[in-house]
């Protein structure tokens, strides 16, 4: 079981599989105002770069869970290197329908709703392992820009413009399913540029370590297009940020 092998390559050498920066996730830690042994469930988890960074910084203990094996890895080694690998878990397996046994502090999904088919899915999924009054975050893209046509919502690889909601609808969507939004950190450029354009770097020295490789020419194309299709659109239109939801 894993992810499409195409994300395993161009995401290999990132700690944050999203365009948040560690000072986001460090600030987002703050703004939760997280105590030592507050328990939190991550699914999507990626390498593992929040829940090891909050459990050095802020005492946290929890579990991952996340598809790519790679990923999974990776979250694994960066808790031994952070000392923190007796307060952190990560499981490789599906996420979708994972309940813990034990109720957590906070149910996290970080930029990987699909899991639970879509932000309201995903927030019943994490709501189930949740304890009373506990905090759900959700990390979510949403229009920065309403993209004036459809072929500018294609250029920021969405299906059409009504795949994402602008800030306000999205923070309104949040109210509807009976959530308040007590918290939220957004992505900046910046970050956007750290999980894009990282990418590059990566694809080019493993095409050179891989020519012959059923996927390099998909690679290929991809290092020619991506700089230019970012620059064009994603970074212009699309935001991300971390929400994070308490039931009314
Ligand atoms: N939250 C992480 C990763 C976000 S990227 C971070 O912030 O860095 C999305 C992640 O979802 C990837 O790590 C991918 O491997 C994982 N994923 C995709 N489908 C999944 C599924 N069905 N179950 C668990 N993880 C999944």
Known sequence: MDIPRIFNITESAHRIHNPFTPEKFATLGAALRLEPGTRVLDLGSGSGEMLCTWARD???????????????????LRAEELGVADRVKFIHGDAAGYVSDEKVDVAACVGATWIGGGVAGTIELLARSLRTGG???????????LPPTEDVAKGCLATSISEFLTLPELLASFGHLGYDVVEMVLADQDGWDRYEAAKWLTMRRWLEANPDDELAKEVRTQLTSEPGRYATYTREYTGWGVFALMKR
Request: no cysteine; hydrophobic share 40%; charged share 15%.
């Open 135 to 145: 905090l759900i975050l959700i990390g979510e893209p949403y229009w920065r820009q």
């Open 58 to 76: 802020y005492g946290v203990i929890g579990t991952g869970v996340d598809m790519s094996k790679l990923f999974t890895g990776q979250a694994k």
